[in-house]
DNA sequence: AAGATATATGCGAATGCGATAATATGTCTT
DNA sequence: AAGACATATTATCGCATTCGCATATATCTT
């Protein structure tokens, strides 16, 4: 990780053109930031803790969050497109489920912050 | 991790009341998605990016990320409030480094996902 | 004390986001 | 085909955030 800084410094010391590492490394922040808005959203969070454990229904979602129904569908759209989340059909229902493991990681991360043990749940 | 919806579950099926469960872990989930707030923003990630390196003044930062005095020093304000940064004072110029190793360990998951291999940053 | 350097703060305009309610779509059953 | 159930979408409104700029504060030097 330690490389960002010197290869930045390095073009600075060449003059004042722009930077292509930095425009590089810029781009990836964009990408990284709004992934991390996805995640930033309080009922999002509590959406992807349950899904880390396994797929849910809509259904499931809004009953054991004690959310409306309109509000978890909305929010799962938004995880949708921005492809933190995955689908699958049967039938009526439609269950949910994490898109991939670096959103599995990220939660998990998260998670043993938060809630990890029981001391850490007043932080 | 598991632990979270068969918890909640428990007390859905015990009737409607408010959940102590629920409630307490909707209280995790707005501090968690405060703090994700705070790193949900391109240029708070850059700086929290060098800062991972290593401890950097005001123009320091500024300078190698080419952002002007007053947007670099309003980032950090806000990292500041939310104690994602700790800053030391040396005459002049002010020292900022990282707060604690969360926000290590967060940063390090983040940097790995879009800027880890090579070929991970045309994701 | 004055000037220079380093950092911080306040403010106004523009933008984006979330909650809610109402409505629409899709699928099953009979 | 109709009605019931599961999920999705849309519109509106109010609020919070962000950005750029001007300005303020703090520290050092001479």
């Known amino acids: 990780m330690s490389i960002v800084s010197r290869r930045l410094e390095d073009e600075l010391r060449e003059g004042p053109e722009i930077s292509p590492e930095l425009d590089r490394l810029m781009r990836n922040a964009r990408k990284a930031s709004d992934f991390l808005k996805a995640l930033s959203h309080e009922n999002r969070l509590l959406l992807l803790c349950l899904l880390a ?30 492809d933190l989340v995955t689908t699958r059909r ?20 998260i998670y043993d912050m938060y809630c990890g043990t029981p001391a850490s749940d007043a932080k």
Chains 1, 2 share one sequence.
């Open 53 to 82: 454990e396994g797929e849910r229904s809509v259904t499931e979602l809004e009953n054991i969050l004690s959310l409306r129904q309109p509000t978890v569908s909305q929010q799962l759209a938004r995880l949708r497109l921005d």
């Open 90 to 109: 049967d039938g009526k229902t439609i269950y949910y489920s994490l898109a991939n493991d670096d959103v599995r990681r990220v939660i998990s991360v």
